[in-house]
């Protein structure tokens, strides 16, 4: 069975660094075949894609927040972390792992499936 | 960064309806769309993957259609279970994936 979950705190300062964890089970970080993203959801409102970790070690960043994101991987721990600098009132929200899956016979990719998600509020 | 625009944002049905939501992508994506239902407080659940194909376990009144740049998701027949919030996602640019604005559905 494929999980995945995320931790972190549930309470951040404003100007802080947010440091999330992405714990998986059931596959391996290193298949390349899979990838991990981390995708948020501030209350009420839509997802929005952060970042994304690949099997051979390539990253890629939301355009609009990739100078405070730092997304990496200890295969060996089967963990992907996610750190978000400078945190704001407006980066509340529930932050979800998702595992980023290739098709077998197609370049078609999709996310499945998701962490719980974690709420994180930031406040002073 | 690929747009992706759903409408309607809400709808109001009833059991028994037939429901179609839209997603326009801002350029061709292929059929590189990937459809998701999320009920309150729980975390999205993959419905439809390259624009088309049914994830396994996923009730057959869920259909998707659509490449290029237009697409849709249908619920031939709607049940009290599929009052939720829909949403598209582009996974034709791998460094800048996106996901759509949201369709919610509720019951008329």
């Known amino acids: 069975q494929v999980t995945l979950k995320e931790s972190g705190p549930v309470l951040v300062k404003p100007t802080e660094t947010l440091t999330l964890t992405c714990t998986v089970s059931?596959?391996?970080?290193?298949?390349?075949?899979?990838?991990v993203s981390w995708i948020r959801q501030p209350p009420g409102k839509a997802l929005e894609w952060l970042a994304h970790?690949?099997?051979?070690?390539?990253?890629s960043y939301s355009t609009s927040l990739k100078s405070r994101l730092t997304i990496s991987k200890d295969t060996s721990k089967s963990q992907v972390v996610l750190t978000m600098t400078n945190m704001d009132p407006v980066d509340t929200a529930t932050y979800y792992c998702?595992?980023?899956?290739?098709?077998?016979?197609?370049?078609?990719?999709?996310?499945?499936?998701w962490g719980q998600g974690t709420l994180v509020t930031v406040s002073s | 960064d690929i747009q992706m625009t759903q409408s309607p944002s809400s709808l109001s049905a009833s059991v028994g309806d037939r429901v179609t939501i839209t997603c326009r992508a801002s350029q061709s994506i292929s059929s590189y769309l990937n459809w998701y239902q999320q009920k309150p407080g729980k975390a999205p659940k993959l419905l439809i993957y390259a624009a088309s194909s049914l994830q396994s376990g996923v009730p057959s009144r869920f259909s998707g259609s659509g490449s290029g740049t237009d697409f849709t998701l249908t619920i031939s027949s709607l049940q009290p279970e599929d009052f939720a919030t829909y949403y598209c996602q582009q996974s034709y640019s791998r460094g800048g994936l996106t996901f759509g604005g949201g369709t919610k559905v509720e019951i008329k």
């Open positions: 970790i690949f099997s051979n070690d390539e990253k």
């Open positions: 059931g596959f391996s970080l290193s298949n390349a075949r899979m990838g």
């Open positions: 998702a595992r980023m899956l290739v098709g077998s016979s197609s370049p078609f990719n999709w996310f499945d499936p």
